[in-house]
């Protein structure tokens, strides 16, 4: 077991380790033991490449995977597409790795691909984003959406003292992941803070420029507005561009997902209040401990989510806090 | 003429069961602008009677304004090229180059923190890049013979490209010096009016003149209505379009400047859509896509019936997925409306 582990994450851990201990009689999987899997070579495929919440994920598989002395060789598309992330799924597939860790940046195009490469012999398991057809894949590690969209609704009811108008501002409709913060967020804002009255879901598409309209329109309409949930990061900076420009900024409170580097920085000059912060390390370790242990035959979690954390300006300098912010290069 | 006064006999149109109308009336009727400004004119008076304690009380003009003000001067530009009957579909991209690079020239310059020297080093930087891609573009379109479409389609990817590779494809911390945050992006003029408006407004004004009273306006109108017939006359055609195409990028470089100003990053991933709005705005004013038909007045207007709409509806409470049904119909009706009276002009 490593030291210092966040706490989600190490249970998490810990009950692999658990799992692997009851059903393998090696010693192989924990501790960083490199026994049985030297000669496996692993694959990783992101998302975005330039995307910090990848390169988290990525240089803490590297680190694991040189931890079990297997060699893992890193790609990503250029962009959030399919066009471009196939074309990488066919030439990995001609290499013939052991294992294939892939963030798929859709629920089904990819689908023959990946079919492809696991009938070919390769174990896949899926990082991060995952497909709809669930033959494909040994195990699939992403954090829990639901789970993060409730924290977000708890701190930000928090900050807004229980009262007001809140809105969410996303970015755009049938994205799985977004879908389902909002859906945990509504759900938490519903159940558990009766004060907060909840205003219907708007999307920007990805525009802060249309974010910040949006966020004065809201504001006019609603002057009790006291939080916002916005989807991504473009959609902060316009809605923080927007509050500062109909100076309500400090006064309506900004809850953002991820911890990328601009968003740290965006929290210590006060423009976000919440940022929730995924764990996209521990996905990345996971991803190649999952994957090792298919090609070593042993016991193999079918889903796994990861923890959630929520930070402020009042935790952010907490070491147990700070781990969790993303990294822009390993 | 008074307003009881018959109207002419030789007007075949104007038959004397007709209620007789003021010439006034039918001046501004006649006017290019007039049928999208009553559009927007109509939708300002409903969301007012709608929500009269908040559209255009404590959601103000300005705010409306400011939020259209880099839409606009983009607006500005792409009037010019789809008079000349081309089309720029690179300038969201055009303008994250500018800014990336403006940007690039502020972090290693002080940052966040940095002086008016460096503000005045970026911004010629952001026109500069935007002026010399624009001309560029304008080169191969003129001398090249590459059709627009082509051109700024492989323009607004090269550019986009460009500044990922600058960046990473991050936008980078540091970007803007608080300054010019300060000022232009939040700053009044008097206390008063966006600085970002006034900017936008400036730029407006002048190439609306340009493009109304000088000889500069009169040749992209005819290059747009007949190239050749405008070559026969004795105008550089091609030169004149480098000269289009240059200014739209110029004017992309600014719009670049006034992003950094108000939104403080440079938003690499969030301009992929600028083009199909700002032409949007411009058809919607009234210019024809064939060329040789459009107004910087029209382009004003035609920027504004989005933004009104948008806001308007977001006030009023209105569903998101119901907003789009909204704001599609209503961009269609008003270009139908507009078409609908230049054929009764045309056959009148």
Known sequence: MRPTNPTGRSTAFAGFCAVLALTAATTAGCGGDSGGSGSKSLDLITGVKSDPFYITMTCAAQQEAKKRGVKLTVNGSAQWDVAVQRPIIDSVAATHPGGLLISPVDTAALTPSLQQIQNAGTKVVLVDTEVSDASIGVSRISSDNEAGGRTAAKSLAQLMGDKGSAIVISVKPGVSTTDARIKGFNEEMKANHPGITLLPVLYDNDLPATAASQIQSTLAAHPDLGGVFAGNTNTAQGISTGLQAAGKQGKVKVAAFDAEPDEITALTNGTLDVLVAQDPGAIGRQGVDQALAAIDKKKVTAHIGTDMVAITKANMDQPDIKKFFYQAAC | ?348
């Open chain 2, 1 to 348: 003429m008074t307003a009881q006064a018959p109207a002419p006999v030789k007007d075949r149109q104007e038959t004397t069961r007709r209620p007789p109308v003021p010439s006034w009336l039918r001046r501004l009727a006649a006017a290019n602008e007039a049928w999208t400004f009553g559009v927007l004119a109509l939708l300002v008076a409903f969301f007012t009677a709608a929500r009269p304690s908040t559209f255009l009380t404590r959601y103000d003009i300005t705010q409306i304004a400011t939020n259209a003000a880099i839409y606009l001067v983009l607006g500005v530009g792409m009037t010019y090229v789809i008079i000349v009957a081309g089309i720029d579909l690179s300038v969201g991209s055009v303008l994250v180059l500018s800014a990336v690079l403006s940007a690039e020239y502020t972090i290693h310059h002080g940052g966040a923190k940095s002086g008016w020297g460096t503000i005045a080093v970026s911004t010629l930087i952001a026109l500069a890049t935007g002026l010399l891609w624009g001309a560029l573009q304008g080169w191969l379109v003129a001398k090249a013979r590459v059709p627009p479409l082509i051109v700024t389609l492989g323009g607004f990817g090269a550019a986009l490209g460009a500044a990922q590779i600058i960046t990473g494809g991050q936008d980078p911390a540091g970007a803007v010096s608080g300054k010019l945050q300060r000022s232009i992006g939040f700053g009044k003029l008097f206390g008063q009016i966006p600085w970002l408006v006034v900017i936008a407004f400036g730029a407006t004004l002048v190439f609306g003149l340009v493009l109304a009273f000088t000889r500069f306006g009169r040749y992209t109108y005819a290059i747009g209505s007949n190239p050749e017939a405008a070559r026969r006359v004795g105008i550089n055609v091609d030169a004149h379009l480098v000269k289009v195409y240059a200014l739209v990028g110029l004017l992309s470089g600014l719009g670049s400047v006034m992003w950094l100003a108000y939104f403080g990053t440079t938003s690499i991933a969030g301009h992929s859509t600028d083009n199909l709005k700002v032409i949007t705005a411009v058809v919607l004013g009234g210019a024809s896509l064939f060329g040789g038909r459009g107004s910087v007045l029209g382009t004003v207007i035609g920027v504004f019936i989005p933004a009104v709409l948008s806001t308007g509806l977001i006030i009023m409470g209105v569903q998101q997925y119901w907003q789009d049904v909204a704001i599609g119909v209503v961009l269609v009706a008003a270009v139908y409306l507009d078409q609908f009276r230049r054929r009764g002009r045309d056959h009148g």
